[in-house]
């Protein structure tokens, strides 16, 4: 016989509970009988559809038809008994889902689960165990090239700097000979280039190849805007260079670039010692040395403190308490020379340019131990970012 | 490279010790990478740039010291015996000026070849030399000491005892020392005797002409060779060596007398014999014929800090610059100039200061330009240059001398004024938004190689592709013109190490050859995933990732861009009835789908792998989607279901924009809620139940109204060949 919400009389408590057990029993034997999806379906709508289901009956029968001063203690119940319905109707679905099923001459049973009373209890009288583990949803890590790069750029922007790129395939001429590397210079053997292939019947300077750092962009942007200009680079960059533990053929730099008039070497100590200061850490120290860079000069090395010791000496500085972090110089007459029709008189205006490498700056900063690690894309590494 | 301090306080007196003296040799730009002791002697290891090859010996670190410290540095003057004079001085002729601009040999006869003594290989032990004979090691105890490369020829090998500098003809060869037949080029610069070729110029001797313990008489090779043509040889036959090394970088001009005494006198210190006439010494061109105007005001202007004059001197002095001051007449008469005045008048003001003209080589109209643009440059100098600085041309050159001498460190930090406005990159915005959902959608950012197998070029895309001259390997030979190939070997390495739920994502850059010999770049974002969407825990079991998932994720990038127009398009692009592309305004801005399983499998992926290749360019060719605000009704919504069947070739699109063309305004949303197949739906058919949810902003709607929209809907859907099920 099955069951059919009555209209209550009496609405005492007595009356209210013996209502609701009536309601829980048939709950429970309908669910019982549930033994396949469609089944499962006509039980759910049989209980929750909107129109004439179970729970909208005894809103309507219980709830809407109750006397006022008994509105409050039935409408309690209601709710009880509708998070209860919904919890075993969903129980129920789970299980059904889940639970092996066995062939019989009947056709295909669902096995009663052990834990069947126990989802009756949970529904009727939920204690969480709220030291399982939440359900969290997965988040994307930054890549830690990129994050390190985007703070690098930051920093900068911070300091008036504009955003500029360029391209990957570049031309012999703005990677090498606009930046003052003549053509058979020895320091050009440093940059262990990587070219593009057919371009033998090329002048040299137009041959392609591709950048061996981000210093073309320096060109581009002065041919592009007149003097004065502040710009930061970020970039990708390729060498020549066997993959191991510290060499990639590709890596990131980022490139800076500041012209006007009266700017000087000073100005680049106390630009860049601003920069590490805001990128390490206001303690961080810097220390300038000469260097050979062709398309600068005076050109330095810049070595900062060592994050790790502060300068007392360990491992990662190999007991200097110092860590080199990028090459910077004053922009040479030369490369003035090349642009010198927008604006770029070398007897008139100065300029600065610094250059860093972001892999190793992240090695440093995370303490990884493989530059290999950036090109996997293993979730393993990468999810340590997030 | 390698220099002992030992040596060098032979040359210099220092009063520091060995710890402070790299230091400090590396703040001023001579490099000492390390410190190490080997055999109970300290040693320093040398990182000298290009630029500096006068620096790649002792004598030239000697010479740094005694600028650093400001202590006076020992000359180095070889001690020779009178030469018995010679019956014919040797024959040098140099038919190759530009390949060759000096040429200086002596003539030692009746030498004893036999081993070093034991000071001479403790030396050559610094640099790893083992030591060869006598008067090899003379030769490389020379260079290590002052750096000049030199070469000893057994004399009485050459043919007619002579010496010729000129280019190799082509067909010529030479064994070199290295027991190696090399193949001439006529662009090679080769030393020869009366009749073949006898060294490879400033890279290699030969071998037939080499020391050997049989040899008497030898003639002793100090000379200037050009760096480029040196450099060109060496590379093109694939040579190294310690004199290339020198020659490709400058040697030393002046140098070549005074190698060409010392590698004699230790020859005759360690090999007897007696030394033959005077040394011939050919000179084919000059070097260094000019000196560099030093403008005080341009040391300020480039430092940014004011450097005292006798400091200025000072450190020059000791490099081994020699420093003129412009005299004052000179000055005032430059300083009288004035812009105004007739070309006659500037004509003789530059009369006046001819000595700057014909130093600096500038033309009289250069100089004019640089006094009137700057008038109030202060002091200035007239400098003449060493012969072993090549490095330094210009008065940018000295001032840098005379910063890193004086010490970075000492210069003050400063911020640059600056007024202006910041200007981000084009599309740094739409790229920041792009990534930002990404990441919080779950996927990680990954870096693939950039570079690519030619097979996956062709596989992966249709551009004609960019192929690498020297490629790292043949997995890696073109430039990647599709971003799935990395990915799918990044969803590899992770599925091989135990990972199965992987979701990545990059921004990158392709590239393709759109005509012969140019190259064009475009930027890709490449999403991959495969495994679990969701996971399976205690909560709830697994769901396995779907195409519904991968087209979520997309629609969720794309709706953060206007794109009118937004469609999705069937596409056979990675597996057919798998894949979708998105259309905007007739432009395609992403692709995606299942991989093939074939591709899959021949890439030993065991999954079902999802792929999406969003065209950048074109999506940020649209508007990032200004948010607009609509009033929040406070009447409320009536759902309405609708349960159809419908033969499988009708597509949702087409139910969608049969109910849109019906232009109910209420109407907020119509969705598929659920869909069957099988079961009690024949073949061919599948059974939907669709929800319409209305609401007005200005009223409660009344049960007339949504029957009568109810009906519209269900009319139009059996237009479609809907059957409503009851």
């Known amino acids: 016989m099955a069951y059919t919400v009555p209209k209550l009389e009496d609405y005492s408590a007595a009356a209210l509970d013996k209502a609701v057990e009536e309601l829980k029993a048939a709950l429970y034997q309908e669910a019982d009988a549930v033994s396949n999806e469609n089944k499962w379906k006509e039980f759910r709508d049989r209980w929750m559809a909107r129109k004439n289901g179970i729970l909208t009956q005894i809103n309507d029968l219980w709830l809407k038809a109750a006397p006022g001063s008994a509105k409050r203690e039935v409408g309690a119940r209601v709710n009880q008994l509708k998070t209860g319905v919904a919890s075993i109707v969903e129980a129920k679905h789970a299980l059904a889902l889940n639970a092996p099923v066995t062939f019989t001459s009947q056709g295909i049973e669902i096995p009663r689960a052990k834990d069947w009373e126990s989802f009756r209890k949970l529904a009727t009288d939920p204690v969480l165990d709220i030291t399982l583990p939440g359900i969290r949803r997965p988040l994307g890590a930054e890549h830690p090239v990129i994050k390190t790069m985007n703070e690098i750029v930051s920093v900068f922007r911070a300091m008036g700097y504009s955003v500029a790129d360029g391209p990957e395939i570049e031309t012999d001429y703005y990677n090498f000979e606009s930046l003052n590397f003549p053509p058979n210079h020895p320091a050009r053997d440093t940059q262990d280039t990587i070219f593009i292939s057919g371009q033998e019947k090329k002048q040299q300077r137009d041959r392609l190849l591709l950048r061996t750092h981000t210093s073309p962009v320096q060109i581009h942007t002065m041919e592009k805007h007149p003097p004065p200009i502040r710009v930061v680079v970020p970039g990708k960059v390729h060498r020549a260079d066997t993959a191991d533990a510290t060499h990639s053929p590709i890596f990131h730099q980022v490139e800076g670039l500041a012209v006007d008039t009266n700017i000087t070497f000073c100005d680049l100590k106390g630009t860049l010692d601003h920069a590490m200061k805001a990128l390490f850490g206001s303690s961080v120290k810097t220390r300038f040395y000469p260097s050979f860079f062709p398309f600068t000069e005076p050109s330095a090395d810049v070595q900062i403190t060592c994050f790790k010791c502060g300068g007392k000496g360990c491992r990662l500085c190999k007991m200097s308490g110092w860590i080199e972090l990028l090459g910077c110089g004053m922009v040479d007459p030369n490369v003035f020379n090349f642009v010198e029709s927008n604006g770029y008189d070398a007897e008139k205006v100065s300029g600065f340019a610094f250059g860093m490498g972001v892999e190793r700056i992240t090695m440093l900063k995370y303490g990884i131990d493989d530059i290999q690690l950036f090109y996997q894309g293993d979730v393993r590494f990468l999810e340590q970012f997030a | 490279m390698r220099i002992s301090p030992t040596w060098l306080r032979e040359f210099v007196d220092l009063k520091v010790n060995e710890t402070q003296l790299a230091d400090e040799l590396t703040l001023a730009g001579v490099a000492v990478e390390s410190v190490k002791e080997m055999d109970g002697q300290t040693l320093f290891e040398m990182e000298i740039g290009t630029n500096r090859p006068d620096a790649m010996c002792h004598y030239g670190v000697a010479r740094e010291c005694s600028a650093i410290y400001d202590i006076a540095l020992k000359p180095i003057a070889p001690k020779l015996p009178k030469a018995k004079p010679a019956a014919i001085p040797v024959p040098v002729e140099i038919q190759d000026a530009k390949g060759c601009a000096r040429y200086t040999v002596r003539v030692v006869r009746n030498v004893k070849i036999a081993p070093s003594p034991a000071k001479i290989l403790a030396r050559l032990k610094i640099d790893d030399h083992g030591g060869i004979n006598n008067v090899v090691d003379a030769s490389n105890y020379t260079l290590m000491e002052i750096g000049h490369p030199t070469h000893a020829f057994d004399l009485d090998k050459l043919e007619g005892g002579k010496i010729i ?186 009369i006046a200061a001819g000595d700057i003209a014909k130093a600096t080589g500038l033309a009289s109209e250069q100089i004019m330009a640089i006094i009137a643009a700057s008038k109030n440059w202060g002091p200035s100098w007239m400098v003449d240059l060493p012969t072993w600085r090549l490095d330094v041309e210009r008065e940018i050159d000295l001032i840098e001398e005379i910063a890193r001498i004086y010490g970075y460190n000492k210069f003050a930090n400063t911020l640059p004024a600056f007024s202006g406005g910041v200007v981000e990159l084009l599309n740094a915005d739409k790229q920041a938004k792009a990534r930002a959902l990404l990441l919080a959608l779950g996927y990680n950012e990954a870096i693939a190689p950039t570079f690519i197998s030619q097979a996956d070029a062709t596989a992966f895309s249709g551009s004609a592709v960019v192929p690498l001259a020297n490629p790292l390997s043949e997995e890696q030979s073109v430039m990647r013109s599709s971003l799935v190939p990395g990915m799918l ?122 792929i999406a290749e969003i065209y950048l360019d074109h999506l940020f060719q649209f508007l990032l989607r200004s948010p607009r605000y609509q009033p929040l009704s406070r009447y409320p919504a009536v759902d309405r279901d609708f349960s159809f069947s419908f033969s499988d070739s009708v597509r949702f699109e087409q139910i969608q924009s049969a109910i849109h063309a019906l232009n109910i305004a209420e109407l907020q949303s119509f969705q598929p809620a659920e869909i069957f197949r099988g079961g009690s739906v024949p073949q061919g058919k599948y059974s939907v139940l669709l929800r319409a949810q209305f609401q007005s902003a200005d009223r409660t709607l009344r049960d007339d109204e949504v029957a009568q929209w109810s009906a519209r809907i269900i009319k139009a859907l059996e237009a479609l060949g809907g059957i409503l099920r009851s």
């Open chain 2, 165 to 350: 500098v000129r280019r190799a003809r082509a067909g010529e060869t030479l064994k070199t020392l290295d027991d190696v037949v090399r193949k001439l080029d006529p662009e090679d610069l080769i030393i020869a005797d009366a009749v073949r070729p006898v060294a490879l110029a400033g890279i290699m001797g030969g071998m037939d002409s080499a020391i050997s313990s049989a040899t008497k008489n030898i003639l002793i090779e100090s000379a200037w060779f050009d760096p480029v043509t040196v450099r060109k040889t060496a590379r093109r036959l694939g040579m190294h060596t310690d004199a290339s090394h020198i020659f490709e970088r400058g040697a030393d001009w002046g140098g070549t007398g005074l190698a060409c005494d010392r590698v004699a006198e230790l020859v005759l210190e360690t090999a007897g014999g007696e030394l033959e006439g005077e040394p011939v010494d050919v000179v084919a061109r000059h070097l260094v014929t000019y000196s560099i105007w030093l403008r005080r005001s341009e040391i300020q202007r480039h430092l940014g800090q004011e450097i005292p004059e006798a400091t200025v001197t000072r450190i020059l002095s000791r490099l081994g610059f020699k420093l003129t001051a412009v005299t004052p007449a000179t000055l005032d008469a430059l300083k009288k100039l004035d812009p105004a005045d007739t070309p006659e008048q500037k004509q003789a003001v530059v």
């Open chain 2, 489 to 610: 070997n990044m969803l590899a390495w992770n599925l091989n190490r135990g990972t199965s739920d992987v979701r990545l994502f990059e921004i990158g850059h392709v590239f393709s050859a759109p005509a012969e010999e140019t190259t064009a770049q475009a930027t890709m974002l490449c999403l991959g995933a495969t495994g679990n969407a969701i996971s399976p825990s205690v909560h709830g079991a697994a769901r396995a990732y779907s195409f519904f998932d991968v087209k979520g994720d997309i629609e969720t990038l794309l709706a953060a861009f206007e794109l009118p127009g937004l469609k999705f398009e069937p596409t056979d692009r990675y597996h057919q009835g798998h894949g979708a592309r998105a259309v905007a305004d007739g432009v395609v801005v992403a692709e995606f789908g299942q991989l093939h399983p074939d591709v899959a499998a021949a890439r030993k992926l065991k999954q079902e792998i999802y």
